[in-house]
């Protein structure tokens, strides 16, 4: 039997064949190899293993069943990815990427924050009560406590849900050595994604700033490192951001790059846009996405040229399944187009076999590195759509695949930072160290 994934807990492990089937074998001494099927986990989507239990992510609706020794359905919540530690789950919400912790030895945090962080309603009892997810004024029952849902809202200590992620994801700043050291006497290529990495996630897409400090790092980075910035936005818009000329610019998830010239070529062949014939038909479809969301107080349309971004970060959360399903409905009748999903944005982009991954291939063949054996790609992102980038450097064994985030995440990248004020001090590190290296063998 041949498996595609596979997670181990404490005595037993669990993982998907390739047929999606998933399989347990091992200690089975609280039933944690006794696969609920009559619960829909035929097909999971997330799957993580403790102490004598397992919670895995229905495919079907995102949600949450555990069985073994901790014997569990979270009905009312989607989640996006789950971790487990010996005695508790934690889990990302798809509602709005907050962490859902539950377990034997939780200790709650203070109803103010949780409701600050989390966006869950919860009595200020000092008792532990059960929560519901808290969508706005029309869910509040009234009653003030909280009791209604059947999920207690509870947080490991210490960040143990955060810390236990690390384990698998380091930070890049704590193993910045183990990087330098293997990328002593090799070729970095540095990748970074804009918005959540450079910039941080505001609620106006236009006001994406990116501080002077970062722009001076990136600047210094680029100096000794070939730089490409790698961004859903458009390229001019990103390029607009950014205001630096010694990077090289990939816009609308590598739609549209300005790239040094080829290899082979003495002069530049200009922007490389290989959906450039989609162009009519993505104005076409963004004045029908217009149309679809005019309604939906908050939702915003921007227009990244190759790419049509669908905004809801400021959209009730109870409107936003509504904007979801309008969307959805649109693009599944437009064949030339997909849909992707990203921090609270939808994408549609034309339906081609173009990713960031596929970008980040034409800017090493570009600028002659592809099949260089010396070659590090480093690549630094915080969106879905950088686990393509991801997936292609962990496919060649090689580089350094970063992912931005201050949650445990599903992720392939193998180095984590928690935001971008890490991304700053890891980008002036690398700097410095590059500057170091080269006075040395002035």
Known sequence: MSMDSIEAGVS???????????????????????????????????LALGDGFNCGIRRSNGTIVCWGSMNESIEEIKFESIVVGLNFTCGLTTMNL????????????????????????????????????????????????????????????????????????????NAFDSI??????????????????????????????????????????????????????????????????????????????LAPPRADKKVNEGAFQPAKLYLPAIQEISIELEDTIRDIQGARLEDNKF??????????????????????????????????????????????????GDALNYLLETLGFNNAKDVLPLYIGDDRTDEDAFKVIAGRREGFPIIVSSIPRDTIAWYSLRDPSDVLAFLLRLAKWKKSETSIFK
């Open 12 to 46: 037993h492990v669990c993982g998907v064949n390739s047929v999606v089937e998933l399989v347990c074998k091992g200690n089975n001494s609280t039933g944690q190899l006794n696969i609920p099927l009559n619960k829909g986990l035929s097909f999971a989507s997330g």
């Open 307 to 356: 790419c049509i971004s669908v905004h809801y970060r400021q959209v009730q959360p109870k409107d936003r399944e509504i904007l979801k399903e309008r969307v959805k409905s649109l693009v599944e009748n437009r064949p030339e187009f997909r849909l992707t999903e990203g921090k609270m944005v939808l994408e549609v982009r034309p339906s081609i076999e173009w990713n960031k």
């Open 180 to 257: 330098t050291k293997e990328a002593k006497w090799k070729k970095v290529v540095v990748f970074l994604d804009y918005d959540g990495t450079l910039s941080p996630i505001v609620d106006d897409p236009d006001k994406a700033f990116m501080s002077a400090e970062m722009r001076m790092a990136v600047r210094e980075v680029a100096k000794y490192f070939p730089t490409s910035i790698v961004s859903g936005r458009s390229r001019e818009k990103v390029k607009e951001f950014v205001q630096l000329s010694n990077v090289y610019y990939a816009g609308s998830h590598g739609l549209d790059i």
């Open 98 to 173: 907050s962490i859902v912790c539950w377990g034997p030895r939780m200790i709650k945090r203070s109803s103010a924050k949780i409701k600050h962080a989390m966006g869950f309603k919860i009595s200020h009892s000092n008792k532990q009560k059960k929560v519901k997810p808290f969508y706005g004024p029309e869910n509040d029952d009234g009653d003030g406590d909280g009791t209604n849902g059947s999920l207690t809202l509870i947080s490991p200590p210490d960040d143990a849900c955060y810390a236990s992620w690390l384990i698998q994801h380091p930070s890049a700043l």
